[in-house]
């Protein structure tokens, strides 16, 4: 996103003291050089706090001297002019005075924060269409997208330029919430993902969130529904048992069951006539004294017929010696005619008995299977009998019967008591499973599309790293920036996995200018809208003047190493990109260092804090 810083104004609170403005070129290396303590460290938190940062970063000296803090840059195709009162009490000031164009000779408050925050987020290309991509009806996902967030991509300050583990200073804006925010735009920013698909990610967990509670409630309602229904039913069978409801009365229904329930319990209903039950186990009783007698029958029938059988052994027996006596002695017995034929008719009753028991006898009748039969209807009678008897016994004393009363209509409150099952809203449940079934269809981002980007970044950053000369320890290593832990890890040749310690300051300083070279590059290639295209860079030679104002000739190296790396990406954003970008350094090194190098033609000197000057004039100071 096109972004030119073009003024940094003052104005004094002192009424006599002439305004102090502070002008960057575009598609330029900006450079405050300046000793320490001389205010360049604020001109970033200036910049910040006129963007409506709710944190204050000025130095409290600088604030007691300025009344009015102003910024005048274009963003697009649009001039601005930003300008707020000076914090109050360590309290941002909401005093804003805004203007489409340069700033204006009164200043007069006459915009809200609010106001001027919705105005850069559309210019920041943060619209409703952004933050409502599904519509305004579905509400805000959990992350309120603000403008605000992308400026953690614009500044490599001084707290964390030359550590080890920190690439985004986001204690700077407001460490929990910009660490929050990195999470959910870094992969935005480096083209993996479009807002789209996040808020849809985010609309889905707040979709499953709610169908889950929905499902819950349904779950809940179905249990306490059970367990109403059972004690429902448990209090219909003690009514029964009671006498307050006739035994055969089955309610098709739990509300018609709680409707014989009401109707026992308020109106104080008298205890039903059993004589139907009476009738029924009298007819039970005589239909058991029938089988009964059909049993005995069968079973003097079956008496009767092995006694017959028992009867012809006997007889068998008994003209055994009738045999032997026709085969044997028949020429000593008497021969008369007579005598012949009553032997023979013994001998043939023998034999037609000796027939008869050789065949296997069967039943005349299905004794066995009709007594089995009976027996088995017997028991389901007297099974009826004992039911209809606990139902129907005798009805109790009137004391009793009011106890008995008593109790039911004390279970039937505690019934009533129940908890209504929370009935689901369906329509609301199948609007939601639509929405989510619509919203997996959006497509996820694949791995290869991450994996692309990433490589992409990584040339980026790669290419950069390239340039240097003053790692020549790490002169083959490869970079790669890891998404999960947020810093760059150096590969060396060779090696699979990355490096625990890259060495001194001065190392990490360079890694963290080719990460944030690269960057950009890579944001400019794949054309983010949110970002502006500048980039602050707190002090490269940190490493360096830490034990001194001078270095030594082999740390100069570096430095200038460090500097020619800088104007050479803006060397070839500006003329090989065909785009635009700034840089504003502000650096202890002295002017020389880039004036008497003419390779380094794209460096522009804004201002030098030396002789006692400062980002506040000195004449201030003595008059304060």
Known sequence: MK??????????????????SYNF??????VITGGATTGKTSFWSIIDYCLLSGKINIANSIVETVLWFGIHFTIGEKQISI???????????????????????????????????????LEFGISDALRFPHGKGQGRANFNLSYRYFLLFNALTEDIIGTSGTYFDTTFYGKEEYENALSHIFDLVIGVNDMDNLKAKERLAQINAEIRKIEKTERDGQK????????????????KEYGFVPYDQQPESIEDALVVLNSIVSESKKVVDNTRAFAEIDKLNKQKDYIRAQLSALNRYRNEFEQYKRTLRKCADSLQPIVYLNENLSAQLVES??????????????????????????EPVKVSGDAKALQDELKEVEAKITQISVMSKEIPAEAQRFIYLGELKNAYEQLLRYETPKQIDSVKLNQLNIEKSSLERIPEDTQEIKSNMNDQLNDSIQRNYDLLNSLPAYSNAKTKFSSKDMILQLLPHGQMFPLDNVGSKSNYMMMHLCFYLGLHEHMIAVEQCHVPQFLFIDQPSIPYYADGDSIGNQDKAKLMDAFSLINSFVQNIVEVKKNTFQVFMVEHAPESYWTNDNKLNYFHTVGKFIDGNGLIPKNIYKEK
């Open 83 to 121: 300008v707020r009162k000076s914090p109050e009490l360590r309290s941002p000031s909401s005093e804003i005075c805004f203007n489409e164009g340069y700033f204006p000779f009164e200043l007069v408050a006459n915009k809200d924060v609010a106001v001027v925050k919705a105005l850069l987020d």
């Open 337 to 362: 005619y007579e005598t012949k034929i009553f032997v023979d008719s013994l001998e043939a009753s023998l034999l037609n008995i000796r027939d008869n028991l050789s065949k296997r006898v069967e």
């Open 25 to 30: 070129l575009p598609d330029k290396v900006n």
């Open 3 to 20: 972004f030119i810083l073009h003024e940094i104004k003052l104005w004094f609170k002192d009424e006599d003291a002439v305004p102090k």
């Open 224 to 239: 306490i529904q059970r367990e109403f229904d059972a004690q429902t039913r448990l209090l219909l069978a003690r009514s």
